[in-house]
């Protein structure tokens, strides 16, 4: 299926091109949305989000979070490949939108 596009943000800021919004690929941006978000953030999706902020520094979490990403990822139309958990608190997340 084609890539979604949108506005592109860079650290919650919209970016610009010749006066006007910038459009591109937004694959990465609305799986790093749907990661950051908690449920509630979306009004029109009240159960869509992950909310990875809450699990920094969460001992034995790590089935839940992986499980949980992949779960809201497959929601919003995605294909899931792999979710992996780095040391330092990094995500890899290797998804397509089907």
């Known amino acids: 299926m084609a890539n979604a596009r949108d506005i592109k943000l860079t650290d919650n800021d919209l970016e610009f ?3 006007d919004f910038l459009i ?3 694959d990465q941006q609305h799986i ?3 990661v ?11 159960l869509l989000g ?8 969460s001992a034995g979490a790590q089935d839940e979070v992986q499980s949980l990403v992949q779960l809201q990822l497959e929601s919003d139309g995605y294909t899931v490949n792999s979710v992996i958990l780095g040391d330092q608190g ?3 997340i290797d ?3 089907i």
Do not use: H, M
């Open 17 to 19: 091109q010749q006066g």
């Open 24 to 26: 591109t690929n937004s």
């Open 50 to 57: 992950v909310g990875i902020r809450q699990y920094i520094n």
């Open 36 to 46: 950051e978000a908690f449920q509630g953030s979306y009004k029109e999706f009240p």
């Open 90 to 92: 990094n995500i890899y």
């Open 32 to 34: 790093e949305d749907i």
């Open 95 to 97: 998804a397509e939108r």
